[in-house]
């Protein structure tokens, strides 16, 4: 039996409101990933309000997220007028090379944030102590989506936390209250950083601004999601400003109180004044002709950006010239195809793609030779922790060098006699590590503290490494020189960690270090007056110059070897390009130093904290049950089942287990199921039971006679995965059996004269199954389908009686994909699969296979319950026209996109994405026999599809579609469905 779906709590609102009320629910429910880290201790750290978990080695991060949480407790909760009514359980993690954060609402409060500090030239970047910034981001989440009242409220009291209103609600508003906060409470964050006004003054210059409708689902034009934050937070924080804070909150309490979601701008007139479109356009013109008036003061000073190298416009990395100064190597990622690492021949100006990416590649280096870049890309290292590692790409066509493992490289460059420093990541820290050609390393500078290190750049005579750091928790990031160890220059040689030398002191963000190749300047990129320019440092004197004078943000920069020129990326309302200008260092003019610096912002240190208790991590403490979850099952003629779930899972979701019960109000019968899953390991493992009764029938007595069957089942499965950052494979083995037995058929006495009887057979069926599952499948940002790759599954099966069966059957089948860009035009796509199944054994117990066409399809109901049509089907034929032990459908489509919509009406839980087509040929069949014996059906046909968001949280694909059976058995077919592509 499959389980039950959690689902929607009936109340007295009439019908309308109670369907709007089932989505509600359903989409406020959350989601969850194992927290793995391979042979580790667990740990739990308790405070008066949180449980800190971490593994060895965390414990003094561990501690310090233990003060930052009280700390946002005691700030926040006050504000919101709310204290969660659990302990909040905080999650410390170091398995990937990500900076970020997430809260859990359901079924208790979690916070998981990830021990990797941002990467100073990300949206994260601006902070004073990330973990300060991160947390009060996320604890704002969980008390904005915790305030609940009204008949809501009633419902958690009754049933447990079930039904939260304010997690239905754009994710603007979501991420926007929540990126306000950050920034109020830290001082830093992204509401008015310079990469926020950015993105904003060059979508106002560009004309890319983004309506208040584009932003209320994923917009497709920069920057993306990236503007529920930037957008979002920016128009928060105004209206904030305008009105302060306590009508807003008044908003979330009203949004809370009220059983039926999407009143957005009724109650947002009757808290804050005026609805949200009214507040988006006052907002949209008030920043934008802030951004006006920056503008021309900088057209006024001179505007100094280059020449554009490259045109496209979506995300251009790590430009680095060649030792010769002929070639330009970079990263490019342009939403059609995958990201890659492609060089340039600066004298014709023509590029060449040299490899493509498997995940995010960056950090380019040229070897000294000029034959061969370096580069970081993740990997999977033990399994489940993907981090960043280094690798030598040879340009004669070679397969790349894989040079560490686990290493966490951050940041790399190479000197002229072929060392490679990076930085390393562990638990919140950094460090400085040198390799040597031989493969040895060494530490430069250890971890001191929560100093965030990046950009390391070796000096022209490779005595010394320039790097930027944040070292204060004030939100200073400034320049440092630091002496490598085993060189023997001028100063003399260096055989154990430095002092690294402090170059910059001020309030500025100075990112990307790079030096002039005389080794008397350093070249980096700062925000001094709020807008990110490349400037140079006069190491001799400390004299600073403006280089650029840009009207968005330029960042990277890299000097030819000669001197003449720098390359730099300079952003626009389309995305990140590179750009190149002459450079004469003796003839820049001093720096412009009428602008002031940012305000000082004394260092940040959480308030001390009393530890309750430390202890060793114990799941059972979050693992048992928090809520009687109600489920239930619509269709046109009404209720159809009722039902009760209970589940629970522990904090690090290790162990997770659900009980269901479920009662058919059309058949009057029961079923049940527990299942449990241990994901602690390597190898994940499930066990699950089941017991129910179905209604099923049989031929005797020359008709049919429909029965009662009870079913027991159960299953012990293993899955067995191999990570790849591109290319997953996962191998499964379990044994299942089930035993069925009929409760109230009539015994069978057959007569001469009967026709032959068909009566399913009891008893036991048992055995084990394999399966096997790989995908390398490229996904592309403005791609209607995966736009290249494959993807299998494969499934075997055996009942025998060696394995306890009283029946003796087996099975097979198969799936393969195939994506393949179209020549002619990069977003067109072939899509290709084809399936093939076959059982063998007791044709009581076998059962068969049935094809045909879309099978009816109750559009509302669908919606309701959430069940698109998916699988593949062999379109212009009847539903289950043929059937048998056998067989094959092969699936041919053409995909082309029509038109990219990307809109809805203001806040309307309503939103259109894209318009495409498809053309289509089916081809299959399902037999008894010999592949022979069935001669294959064929079907064309053509459907046009549009890609919609409903409820801010669904996507739903609508398919309206025109097929034609050109054999025996075909007919015309108009359809119109809910479902995804074949």
């Avoid at 929607?8 to 959350?30: D, E, F, M, N, R």
């Avoid at 950083?193 to 004309?207: E, F, I, K, N, Q």
């Avoid at 990201?339 to 040299?354: F, H, P, T």
């Avoid at 996109?897 to 081809?923: E, H, Y």
Wanted: with cysteine; proline share 7%.
């Amino acid at each position: 039996m499959a389980r039950p779906r959690p689902r929607q709590i009936a109340t007295l609102v009439g019908p309308a409101s109670a369907v709007v009320l089932v989505l509600a629910v359903l989409l406020s429910a959350g989601s969850a990933e194992a927290t793995r880290a391979l042979g580790m201790r667990w740990r739990t750290l308790a405070t008066e309000n949180f449980d800190i978990h971490y593994y060895e080695g965390g414990e003094a991060l561990a501690a310090r997220v233990a003060r930052v949480a009280e700390h946002a407790h005691a700030e926040l909760s006050p504000l919101f007028g709310l204290r969660l009514s659990n302990r909040c359980q905080v999650v410390l993690t170091d398995h990937l090379d990500v900076a970020n954060g997430f809260a859990r609402t359901m079924p208790y409060d979690r916070i998981t944030l990830h021990a990797y500090p941002p990467e100073p030239d990300g949206n994260l970047g601006n902070y004073d102590d990330y973990l300060h910034l991160l947390f009060f981001h996320e604890y704002t989440h969980l008390l904005h989506l915790n305030t609940v009242g009204g008949l809501p409220g009633v419902i958690n009291t009754v049933l447990g936390k079930t039904y939260l209103p304010n997690t239905v609600l754009p994710k603007w508003y979501i991420e926007g209250i929540a990126v306000t906060m950050e920034s109020r409470a830290t001082g830093r964050g992204r509401v008015g950083s310079a990469r926020t006004r950015m993105v904003l003054r060059a979508a106002h210059r560009d004309g890319t601004w983004l309506t208040l409708s584009e932003l209320t689902d994923a917009p497709l034009r920069r920057p993306g999601a990236g503007a529920f934050y930037l957008y979002g937070g920016e128009f928060v924080s105004w209206i904030i400003d305008q009105v302060g804070l306590e009508p807003v909150v008044e908003f979330q309490r009203a949004y809370g109180r009220h059983p039926v979601p999407y009143a957005l701008n009724i109650l947002a007139r009757r808290t804050i004044g005026r609805d949200w479109a009214e507040l988006y356009d006052e907002w949209s013109a008030t920043l934008q002709a802030e951004e006006r008036g920056r503008l021309a003061a900088i057209r006024a000073r001179g505007v100094v950006e280059g020449r554009a190298l490259t045109t496209k416009a979506e995300e251009h990395e790590s430009p680095r010239f060649s030792p010769d100064g002929r070639l330009l190597a970079y990263v490019e990622s342009d939403g059609d195809t995958r990201r890659n690492i492609r060089v340039m021949d600066l004298e014709r100006g023509v590029s060449r793609r040299v490899r493509d990416c498997d995940g995010v590649c960056r950090d380019l280096a040229w070897s000294p030779d000029g034959r061969a870049l370096y580069f970081s890309e993740p990997r999977y290292h033990r399994t489940v922790y993907l981090y960043r590692d280094l690798y030598r790409l040879p340009l004669d066509g070679g397969a790349p060098e894989r040079l560490t493992t686990g290493a966490r490289v951050r940041g790399l460059d190479v000197s002229a006699d072929g060392r490679v420093a990076y930085m390393t990541t562990e638990m919140g820290t950094t460090s400085l590590v040198v390799r040597e050609p031989d493969g040895e390393t060494r530490v430069v500078r250890p971890p001191n503290g929560y100093d965030h290190l990046a950009g390391p750049r070796w000096s022209p005579d490779g005595g010394e490494i320039a790097y930027s750091a944040s070292v204060d928790s004030d939100g200073r990031r400034d320049l440092f020189v630091i002496d490598a160890p085993g060189r023997d220059t001028a100063r003399g040689p260096h055989l154990s960690p430095a002092t690294p030398r402090r170059l910059t002191w001020d309030h500025a963000l100075h990112m990307h270090p790079t030096w002039s190749p005389d080794g008397r300047h350093l070249l980096y990129s700062a925000d001094y007056d709020g807008v990110y320019d490349i400037h140079a440092l006069r190491l001799e004197d400390g004299a600073r110059f403006r280089i650029t004078s840009v009207e968005t943000g330029a960042f990277a920069p890299d000097v030819s070897p000669d001197g003449a020129r720098l390359a730099f990326l300079l952003y626009g309302g389309h995305g990140y390009d590179i750009h190149a200008l002459p450079l004469t260092l003796d003839q820049v003019s001093a720096h412009d130093r009428a602008v002031a610096a940012p305000p000082e912002v004394p260092p940040y240190e959480p308030p001390a904290t009393t530890v309750a208790r430390e202890s060793g991590y114990n799941p059972l403490v979050t693992l048992w049950p928090r809520r009687i979850g109600p489920t239930w099952r619509l269709s046109a003629a009404g209720l159809d089942n009722v039902g009760a779930e209970l589940s629970g899972q522990d904090a690090l979701d290790h162990h997770k287990w659900t009980a269901a019960i479920d009662y058919s109000l059309n058949s009057s019968l029961l079923s049940e199921a527990l299942s449990y899953q241990y994901l602690r390991l390597p190898v994940d493992l499930g066990l699950s039971f089941s017991h129910f009764e179905r209604r099923r029938w049989a031929f005797m007595h020359n008709q049919e006679r429909n029965y009662r069957e009870r079913v027991m089942s159960g299953s012990i499965d293993l899955r067995v995965p191999f990570p790849h950052v591109r290319v997953p494979v996962a191998v499964g083995l379990g044994y299942s059996l089930r035993w069925a037995k009929a409760v109230d058929r009539p015994p069978h006495r057959p007569e001469p004269d009967d026709l032959v009887p068909h009566i399913p057979s009891d008893g036991l069926l048992a055995g084990p199954y394999l399966s096997l599952s790989y995908s390398d499948l490229t996904h592309t940002r403005y791609g209607i389908a995966p736009r290249a790759g494959r993807s299998l599954s494969l499934r075997l099966s055996a009942n025998h009686p060696y394995f306890g069966s009283d029946h003796l059957t087996y099975g097979v089948r198969g799936t393969w994909r195939e994506y393949l860009a179209a020549p002619w035009h990069r977003r067109h796509v072939f899509a290709l699969r084809a399936t093939a199944g076959a059982r063998f054994g007791s044709r009581e117990q076998r059962g068969n296979f049935s094809l045909g066409g879309l099978p009816d399809q109750d559009l509302l109901m669908a919606l309701i319950n959430e069940e698109p049509l998916s699988g593949a089907h062999l379109r212009g034929y009847p539903t289950g026209r043929f059937s048998g032990r056998h067989m094959y459908l092969l699936n041919a489509e053409y995909r082309f996109p029509l038109l990219d919509l990307f809109v809805g009406l203001d806040t309307l839980p309503v939103w259109a994405r894209r318009l495409t087509g498809a053309l289509f040929v089916d081809v299959g069949s399902a037999f008894e026999g010999a592949l022979g014996e069935r001669a294959p059906r064929t079907g064309l046909g053509a459907e046009l599809r549009l890609n919609t968001t409903l409820f801010y949280r669904f996507a739903a694909n609508f398919r309206l579609g025109y097929a034609h059976g050109l054999q025996r058995g075909g007919e015309h077919q108009v359809y119109l469905i809910l479902g995804g592509s074949p």
